[in-house]
């Protein structure tokens, strides 16, 4: 009996993450349909098209799915009210203090999951009541923690701390992931990079090819003044490298930063000028495959990965 | 059958790592006595140092040891000398290139396990022919490699690349986390931090007692320019960090470094002005207990860890 399952009502305990770009309702509908929670990615939507991507995978699938919502977002009441109207079953919170939308979103019987990178956050959300934590380590995609604590420090200290289930992401890429997860103590998995190399995943197509391509050290988390990032070494990431080395401030960082990067990079491909968001994983993963598939593959490596650690026994 | 505990000829698959002025004869004595392999840490040892922890560790225990030993030490050749001399079975090489004395090793006996921070170092440790591999993940205590990657990415990635059997090393320091690393595709664990803040280590009591202290976020990766070290946030760390602040170039750093900046730290509890090498699990952790009782805990965590994934089941 897996708490997690029970709680968001599906087969396997894994979460295909929300994130910017990459995750709408093509993703989110055939991660739900593979027995998983489908997540769309809130964060790069207006209101008018998160509407319309609930809709649509509410067509594509009767299963559960969620909505990842960073909770600094600036259209953050229009996306609440979507939310509700719509009747998502459950919302990911991110980036914020969970205390103020919780138990809003519960009265109307959404559960909330909310993502954090350390212990005290854990307990600031087991306090404001949510029903379960995502805890993310440094090696995952995109924005990241300050204290950089790894999936695998994180987990088993999270775990220890709160009662609440705990779902475990970053640097997962497949089922000795999910089971190295289970072991820390972990009720479940979140994989993000692994399902931007979907064929679903709404990542442009020369961005998924420079996934292939990545080889080790290819990202790196920068950016720390900011709002830490996790990105590929791309001629972007370079620049702010060397805005670094001159000795850059931070309203210089943001200078160099402006906005609409990560659409510039993800979504519209442009590989030179745009921030691309991935995880250390994203060295070592080549196939891009149906979400379905991803599933499949991960739930029969978590069960043979079972199998070799009972060979290995002493 | 684990291939490790059957090259090492040891109970459990867990190595003690070798660290600097932590693991002397009592500590690596205390570690074999108890089923696992002991390490003497060379790399804070002058060469008749090293041979008086030798011969104390061959009186105070009948079972394998190993000494780790960091290749570019200024006085390698005479410590190999004092290893076949004193037929240690095992060897442990960092830090450097393992083609030039593993076969030399090898010749007289000694079985060869060689720490790496990559696949591309784990392929060219396995061209070399060592014995076994120790894979290290950023999250470790001490000296790390430049690319960041965690032990959570980088063990499948190394378990995959390589045929030989695979020790995971960085971020564990309990049995959920041994789970965790065999799940990954490891064969056995190297603990480093978790013994350091062990009864046998030879850590100054004042370096234990900051260990017991330290809270989320107490650690971070650092003079990456230089050898990048994991360290303890404490004023020397602080020093540096300022001297980033003001634009400081590397043979700035090389200054501010110095020489004997971790005996004076570790070993003699200069808290203010000596280097204090330790992992990201220093933040988790408060017991310090004897090495036989680690290691004893670690194994029966272990075997409860199978049984709560076995409860998880979905």
Redesign the interface.
Known sequence: ??RL?NLLEI???IIQAGMVWCSGWKLASASSNAGVLGVLGAGSMHPDVLDEHIKQTKQHTKKPFAVNLPLLYPEIDQHLDTILRNQVPVVITSAGNPKKHTSTLQKEGVKVIHVVS???FAQKAQEARVNAIVAE???AGGHNG????????LI??VA?AVELPVIAA?????G??M???????A?GIQMGSRFVLSKESSAHQLFKSEIQKAE??ST??TLKELTPVRLLKNPFFQEIQKAYDQ?ANIDQLKALLGKGRAKKGMFLGNLEDGELEI???A??MNDLIPAKEIIQNTIQEYHS??N??E????
């Open positions: 009996m897996n399952c087969e396997a305990p350390s212990v005290k380590g440094f090696e300050r204290d950089e604590t790894t999936t695998m420090v088993p200290a220890d970053g640097g997962i890429r497949d000795r992931g089971l190295a997860a289970l072991a820390l103590g009720d080790e050290g790196q988390l000795g995880g250390q994983v060295s070592y990965a079972i070799t650690v060979k290995n026994t002493f």
